[in-house]
Nanobody
């Protein structure tokens, strides 16, 4: 059984940083894509970043500011978020799926496993 548990969210000021964590239980260390999504109030859920082995993929709106990584020994996914702005305010979700298609495809509909989400609020 796959279980994903996020942590690390909070309230910060613009320009500050946060690191989100996702402990993944029941997810093999091979053959799975892992990803971060976010959803702001009243908006659609959007893919932020994904990772498969050593390959990483980013949405244009976070490239250069966010870094996705995975510790296979501890089975934990991370998202380092730098230079945060108000538009980054959202609930951030950890997700996983078997790699049937490229892990660069971050459509939420193709991810069967999801965490509960962690709130990130960026305001002055």
């Amino acid at each position: 059984q796959v279980q994903l548990v996020e942590s690390g969210g909070g309230s910060v000021q613009p320009g500050e940083s946060l690191r989100l964590s996702c402990v993944a239980s029941g997810v093999p260390n091979s053959g799975y894509c892992m990803a971060w999504f976010r959803q702001a109030p009243g908006k659609e859920r959007e893919g932020v970043a994904s990772i498969f082995i050593s390959s990483t993929y980013y949405a244009d709106f976070v490239k250069g500011r966010f870094t996705i990584s995975r510790d296979t020994t501890e089975n934990t996914l991370y998202l380092r978020m730098n230079s945060l702005t108000a538009e980054d305010t959202a609930i951030y979700y950890c997700a996983a799926r078997p790699r049937v298609i490229s892990c660069s495809d971050r459509r939420s509909s193709v991810f069967p496993y999801w965490g509960q989400g962690t709130q990130v609020t960026v305001s002055a």
